[in-house]
């Protein structure tokens, strides 16, 4: 009867171990997730468009692991372009031609663990407003990006994918910064939001995308 008593004693003491070790485990990764941050940043004029859907499947994901998640909207925006002035580069500031929204948005990039660049394709290309807001970003504050998890999104209807995902990719491996890959290459296809919901693969892409940002940071 003793040993009935100390066995079940002794189990009952290394499941409660067990379960406290685990318990306390998920605690300190919950706590681990909820301080880090990722910031994307949307170059499609349609706040509510193709590209903003693409991200909320990356973020569902985020929000599930309870990582902090902003999405910048920059592709509304009347933004000029880097006229190479080279005032940033001699005296290590900011833009001085970035508006105070433009420079917000920089200080914001750089407390951020992982940056996603996300853009429709226009003209087999990057838009014309995020692109002028990423030269000069990535420019006058390259050292600070370094090192930072980077990774591209792009929405097409058809085709022009592959050089819009290059172009976006140029901004991270100039500045030393690994890239997030997935299963394929990180675009959706679809005229509305409705044709990119029945773009499975894209779909997985995106959801894959998503873990193995999180896996590096």
């Known amino acids: 009867m003793e040993k009935r008593r100390f066995i079940k004693a002794a189990i009952f003491t290394v499941t409660g171990f067990i379960l406290g070790n685990i318990s306390g ?57 880097c006229i190479a002035c080279m005032k940033c580069h001699n005296e290590q500031t900011v833009c001085i031609h970035a508006a105070a929204e433009e420079k ?16 429709p394709t226009y003209f087999g290309g990057i838009t014309g407003t995020m692109k002028s807001f990423l030269d000069k970003a990535f420019y006058s504050s390259s050292k600070s990006f370094s090192h930072k998890v980077g990774a591209a999104i792009v929405t097409t209807r058809r085709t022009g994918a592959s050089m819009t ?23 959706i296809r679809g005229l509305t939001v409705d044709d990119l919901k029945q773009d499975g693969e894209g779909i997985r892409t995106l959801q894959n995308l998503a873990k193995n940002i999180i896996q590096m940071i």
């Not at 973020?59 to 920059?74: C, P």
Request: overall charge positive.
């Open 25 to 81: 485990r998920l605690m300190k990764s919950d706590k681990k997730n909820k301080s880090r941050k990722i910031v994307a940043l949307n170059g499609s004029p349609n706040e509510h468009g193709n590209t903003a859907y693409a991200l909320s499947i990356i973020g569902d994901i985020f929000q599930n692991e309870n990582i902090n998640f902003e999405i910048i909207h920059i592709g509304k925006n009347d933004i000029r372009g």
């Open 165 to 187: 995902f290059e172009g976006l990719n140029q901004y991270f491996t100039i500045n030393q910064m690994p890239v997030a890959s997935s299963t394929y290459w990180n675009n």
């Open 104 to 119: 917000a948005w920089i200080e914001t990039m750089k407390t951020a663990d992982a940056l996603i660049l996300a853009s």
